[in-house]
């Protein structure tokens, strides 16, 4: 199974932008790539998705590279509140099995 | 609208006891997935209920089982509790098994000793 590869930690500062990395070099071309995030003492909250194309909404920006073996999510002006571990998840519709990697914790400073 | 909810909390069992864990689907979600979070890791996909049956399973033995009732609510059955089924075990609900958003609930938090 593809599996997903994520920095352990990152740092911002508050206000600025945030790039949040991803190495998928095994997906296949069924999986789509799924970014959560999990605030201390809760379930992870869903961010975006996508295929192949870049996506937006109002939490954030995903960046697809056109090989799709890699993505970056795109926090644009990280407040305190973004501060949380962000999975990137490959998931496979026809098994419904999402692969969740061990995850970025983010700090962000004031 | 309620989200979703599981029960309990925290629990602490021994090596070799049985243990079940609730969940409640968020209103008008008909699938239910579940995961086990080792302490430091990403949640592991076990499996999902759709319609009362199992849609889908992960890389867990047997000895982890589940149920779907009617009102979509799902358990979660784990036998013969071993020292490494300590974890977080979340619940996720969707409105249908290939709905591409999750609603995660707050997670057990089971202990064996």
């Known amino acids: 199974d593809a599996k997903t590869t994520q920095p352990n930690s990152m740092e911002s500062n508050e206000e600025e932008p945030v790039h949040l990395p991803c190495n998928h070099s095994t997906i296949s071309g069924t999986d789509y790539i799924h970014w959560y995030r999990q605030l201390p003492s809760q379930g992870p909250e869903y961010v975006i998705h996508g295929l192949t194309s870049n996506v937006n909404n109002r939490m954030a920006s995903l960046a697809i590279a056109e090989d799709r073996k890699s993505s970056t999510l795109i926090l644009h002006r990280a407040t305190l509140r973004d501060a949380a571990v962000y999975y990137c998840?490959?998931?496979?519709?026809?098994?419904?099995?999402?692969?969740f990697g061990a995850g970025t914790r983010l700090t962000v400073k004031p | 609208e309620t989200g979703v909810t599981q029960s309990p909390t925290h629990l602490i069992k021994t090596r070799g006891q049985q243990v079940t864990l609730r969940c409640s689907s968020q209103s008008g979600h008909n699938t239910v997935s579940w995961y086990q979070q080792a302490l430091g890791q990403g949640p592991q996909f076990i499996f999902q209920?759709?319609?009362?049956?199992?849609?889908g399973r992960g890389n867990f033995p047997p000895r982890f089982s589940g149920l779907q009732f009617p009102n979509y609510s799902s358990e979660l059955n784990v036998n013969a509790l071993e020292l490494d089924d300590s974890a977080l075990y979340l619940c996720?609900?969707?409105?249908?098994?290939?709905?591409?958003?999750?609603?995660f609930g707050p997670g057990t938090r089971l202990t064996v000793l």
């Open positions: 209920y759709y319609r009362e049956e199992e849609n």
């Open positions: 998840i490959l998931r496979d519709y026809n098994n419904n099995d999402m692969r």
């Open positions: 996720a609900s969707t409105e249908g098994p290939n709905t591409d958003t999750q609603y």
